[in-house]
């Protein structure tokens, strides 16, 4: 199963936006769609991976081999054919991951009885931004900036390699700023593969095989990710 | 004559001094947003309040002289003072003169003092013939000593009050809409109240010892009518009680229309009165919000709050949809926002008023917004647009803040596909998870920060992550430790609440207060 596998069930509102990304970032995409006018949409604007089929068949699912992507993105435009869709997939895929969009409360708890592993509401996400514009909006804005940023201030994450003079430090010794970066947090495999943001106010020591996640500029992280390879600094 | 008065008229138009007492004067009776008005307000209450209990002490006890004189001079040399202000506010006689004399000039016509003098105090008069000025006058009455027999107008000082008693007010506008009803009633009420006062009289009066005058049959009628029934006079022939059946009857009949009409008056209105109490507290808060329509992403905008939000009111042109945020425990009102005359009963000018257009339809959310701005370029307007072609329209508009739900949600999915790590961090930041809050810290003028360096602020041992200063509009990403706060800096700080807290606490206050 390769990492880097993607279906995505629609070409619709979503679909196009998020294909388009994903496919610059160098992701294989594999389009499903349903409406004729979106399929030749898909095709017309490059995709090569494009199926034309009716999701609401078990079989035209099954044969399209989907056991082999790393995750299932369910974003048709018609709500009730996305609840369906997922599921369809969970039922015919026990072990892949599906993430499904939603556009109410109601959907949502409708798609995660129906098995997605994440659902994403359209409106919690913008109503959340909303929230956060009006409460905060200058953190807001740079931290939106930080997330969509390619160049520029960035998050970036990083495995700690085996022999790297991280591994066994305690992150409170490592000066990261020192570097140009700082550890926002990472996922420690100590702790069960969890997500662990340094002002949760535990100490941590830094393991190769960890992920690290650093917010800096672009080139710094690059820089920071090739010196945390060595043994010695 | 003509000359002198034109003379004065033209010293007190220059006289900035005249201009800024009236104008003055004119703030403290009317302007609710004058500071001292509060305190005007609380002075005339006192009066009234402590000359109607002199007046009820009086009846059965000697008042002392110095209370006497208390009731009689300074209260109502004050009314007096306060009603001729009123008078003196209500027109400008030297403007109008100034006015009629600049128009004559310029026409070559002979100026007329009489003409607008004539206008002048005939606005005045007008002025004075209303209800809250008669009642002003009536107040200052006991003073004059003579009339001491007119004791009991200091009771019209109660009346005072109802200038300020915002519900008395609406309710006389309630039961001025139902004037012709109304009054219908009273003529006929009156009618049977005068031909069966007549007609007791014509039969009775010599044979009933308790009518004797014509006065005495109406007051029978009224007490009957009204269902009161005394029983002091009534009536002792048959012709006489066959009459009372007949007002008997018809005031039961009429009482219960009279009330019908008040009720259906008030019901009418009660959604309107209900609405105007919540415009008016608004208006009192500081800052407040309006979010327009109620649908799913307002329903979800209400889900996000980590703290109440306190002055809000949702506006829904669907009555259904009203009904159901009412239900949901938010306060709304049916009222359409893209109408000038309702967002215009909004105080913007001396509140931080912000508008979330959040309506599905674009064009609605573009209507709102202009009208918002119209009003108000200090309106703080974030509109939802649906199309993104649309989105420039929104920026001409004027609106501060844009966001496509769609184009939000699709970077989300975006993201999780991306760098699923990530964005569990990101998701937890963007929602405010108490661990990973991203909060901003504003330095003041005054600020206790100013002209520290970083490292002076210690921001590790309050386990925060200092990410990076915002000043003047540029960001500085992690800047060295030797780096000074400036005053209006933005200090971008991760970390929990509590320490983001502690930290504000502890680093907030005067500088010259800080050892």
Redesign the interface.
Known sequence: MSKNKIAIFGYGNHGKFIAKGLALDGFDITIVESNKVFYKDAKSNGFENVFFADVTKDSELKKMNLESFAQLVCVMDDEHLNVFLTLSLRSLFQDSYILSISDSLNVTKKLQMAGANKVIDLYEVSANKIYNLLDRPIATKLLEEFVHNKEGITFKEMLIPSNSFLDGKMEEDVDFSSYGVLLVGMIDEELGHAFVFVTAGISHKLDSGDTIVCLGEKDKLDAFEALIAKKEI | MKELLLSLALFLHRSTKYKSAKQFAKDLLFDANNAYKRYFDLTIIFLVVSSVLILIYEVKNPVPAWLDNYDIYVVSFIFAIEYLLRLWVHNDLSEMMIKEYNDSKFLNREFSLYSVLKVGVKEKLKYMLTPSAIVDLLAILPAYRPLRILRVFILFRVFKLLRYTKSINQFVDVLVNKKFELLTLLFLLLFIVLTSGIAIYILEADKNSNIHTLFDGIYWAIVTISTVGYGDISPVTDVGRAISILIIVSGIAMISFVTSVIVSAFSERLNELKEYRIIEQMNKSKSF?IICGYG??????F???RKPIDHYVIMDTDITRVEAAKKDGYVAIHEDASSHKTLSKFDAEYCDM?M?C?TSSDVENIYITLNAKSISRKIKV?A?VNDPETIDKFKYAGAD?V?????????????????P??Y???H?????KS??N???VHVHASHAMVGKQIEDLDF?SN???F??I?RRGK?I??PPKTEIIETYD?L?V???KI?LEYFKSQHEGDIHVKK
């Open positions: 919000m799913q992403m307002t329903k979800m905008f889900r996000q709050q912000t979330l959040l974030i939802r803040e966001l496509l739900p769609n184009l939000v949600a699709n970077t989300m999915i975006y993201t999780a596909i991306r760098q790590t990530m569990k961090a990101i937890a930041i963007l929602t405010g661990i990973a991203i909060d901003e590790s386990k925060l992550l990410i990076g915002q960001f990403f992690n933005v971008l991760m970390g929990r320490s």
